[in-house]
């Protein structure tokens, strides 16, 4: 089983910045995909911005220039650094992890953490 533990959001003044951070733990096995998703009152969830395995990265075009997502493997933690945040970027956050134990893909998602932006 595994965990994934989320941190690091709350409120923020537009133009401010804030890093997400998310921690996994248990068994780790071959990591395919980290993301970042958000979703908003009354809206989809929906991708913000995703690192695979090899390190190649994709951003929702709404958030290009402004968020960078990394990892740290050796503490299989996962981050999202955000800068020039805007009131639209209000949202809950959730990490996801795609690990792979062949021929089995397993799905993880953290609880959410809650990010706000003020005008």
């Known amino acids: 089983q595994v965990q994934l533990m989320e941190s690091g959001g709350g409120l923020v003044q537009a133009g401010g910045s804030l890093r997400l951070s998310c921690a996994a733990s248990?068994?780790?096995?071959?990591?395919?995909?980290m993301a970042w998703y958000r979703q908003a009152p009354g809206k989809q969830r929906e991708l913000v911005a995703a690192?695979?395995?090899?390190?190649?990265?994709n951003y929702a075009d709404s958030v290009k220039g402004r968020f960078t997502i990394s990892r740290d493997n050796a503490k299989n933690t996962m981050y999202l650094q955000m800068n020039s945040l805007k009131p639209d970027d209000t949202a809950v956050y959730y990490c996801?992890?795609?690990?792979?134990?062949?021929?089995?893909?397993?799905?993880?998602w953290g609880q959410g953490t809650q990010v706000t932006v003020s005008s």
């Open positions: 248990g068994s780790i096995f071959r990591i395919v995909v």
């Open positions: 996801f992890f795609k690990l792979v134990s062949t021929p089995l893909e397993y799905d993880y």
């Open positions: 690192i695979t395995g090899g390190g190649s990265t």
